[in-house]
């Protein structure tokens, strides 16, 4: 069992940054591969970004690239999300979510935070 934690979101201009954190506990951290994923409003929950449990590996979805760093601490046991040059095409609940393999499929990671919004004005 993995219990997840997100926090850092918010409300912030177009242009902006946020840096959201995903707090793990229960498992060994190292021992899963973490990924973000985003659900916006009226939308299905799509793909942001996944790294391996070392962290030499990420992959992002093209939306993202350039401007999503996903990056993690294993001796914090937590992930995070530094998001730059926010749109608000960007706005919506963001998820952590923790998987036996690297990635970018949903059904594929078992467990799953509790969201936490991210909101971009224009």
């Known amino acids: 069992q993995v219990q997840l934690v997100e926090s850092g979101g918010g409300l912030v201009e177009a242009g902006g940054s946020l840096r959201l954190s995903c707090v793990a506990s229960?498992?060994?951290?190292?021992?899963?591969?973490m990924g973000w994923f985003r659900q916006i409003l009226g939308k299905e929950r799509e793909f942001v970004a996944a790294i391996s449990r070392g962290g030499g590996s990420t992959y992002y979805t093209d939306s993202v690239k350039g401007r999503f760093t996903i990056s993690r601490d294993n001796a914090k046991n937590t992930v995070y999300l530094r998001m730059n040059s926010l749109k608000p095409e960007d706005t919506a609940v963001y998820y952590c979510?923790?998987?036996?393999?690297?990635?970018?499929?949903?059904?594929?990671?078992?467990?799953w935070g509790q969201g936490t919004q991210v909101t971009v004005s224009s």
């Open positions: 229960g498992r060994t951290f190292s021992s899963v591969r």
């Open positions: 979510a923790a998987a036996n393999t690297f990635t970018t499929d949903q059904d594929k990671y078992d467990y």
